[in-house]
């Protein structure tokens, strides 16, 4: 790592989470390097990891690259036209898909879109260890998106991922906001802030 980067990384990272999760941004400037394809491999390797209710692993992934641009651009088209600006950069676009109902039973699983945003988590986490970095929108026509990729009923299409390289210099820390621990950790009773964090949240914690 950059010695920049690294005393950026130790600054943001003040309450002791990992570098990892305080590095990790949402860009909007991607380079055009294009992601190799053995990171792009450990990407979804980390997503397969993830935990999930009786280990149902109710996700897939639909990938376009742009060396395959008849699908980069099927996939870029489904968003909406803000979100098309940004991703149209990007290297590699990626559809998350959650599985609505269980195997093993007959029955809807609750948690499909729980345990997806744990894949994608993983996913993005592995992504920040390589360097790379990924933008989630939820600006998209899954409509669309199951019509141009024949996507089975079922199966929802939930979110559009740009993955890439950065372009730029990184995230002002600065510019990064986030909720204090205490309007959403709570115990005893809804909106009573847990005294574990009332008494003990780090004011430098980073915003990100």
């Known amino acids: 790592m950059h010695a920049t980067k690294s005393a950026t990384y130790k600054q943001e990272a003040s309450?002791?989470?990992h570098e990892l999760l305080a590095h990790r941004w949402s860009p909007r400037a991607f380079s055009?390097?294009?992601v190799e394809p053995a990171k792009l491999t450990q990407l979804f390797e980390a997503a397969r990891w993830a935990p999930s209710s009786y280990n149902a692993q109710p996700w897939?992934?639909?990938v376009a690259t742009r060396e395959d641009a008849e699908g980069y651009n099927r996939l870029l088209s489904t968003l909406v036209e803000v979100n098309r600006q940004c991703a149209q950069q990007a290297p590699v676009l990626?559809?998350?898909v959650a599985k609505l109902d269980y195997d093993h039973v007959a029955r809807p699983n609750?948690?499909?879109l729980y345990d997806l945003g744990q894949a994608v988590a993983n996913l993005t986490v592995q992504a920040t260890a390589l360097d790379l970095h990924i933008h989630q929108m939820g600006g998209f026509d899954p409509r669309s998106a199951r019509e141009l990729f024949a996507i089975p009923a079922?199966?929802?299409p939930v979110a559009v991922l740009a993955l890439g390289y950065q372009e730029g210099p990184p995230a002002d820390p600065a510019a990064r906001n986030r909720k204090p621990l205490t309007d959403f950790v709570f115990s005893g009773s809804w909106g009573r802030a847990?005294?574990?964090v009332a008494e003990n949240?780090?004011?430098g914690a980073p915003n990100a």
């Open 154 to 156: 079922g199966y929802e």
């Open 201 to 203: 949240q780090n004011q």
């Open 32 to 34: 055009s390097r294009p």
């Open 194 to 196: 847990a005294t574990v």
């Open 110 to 112: 609750r948690h499909a």
């Open 15 to 17: 309450t002791g989470i």
């Open 94 to 96: 990626i559809l998350a």
């Open 60 to 62: 897939a992934f639909i």
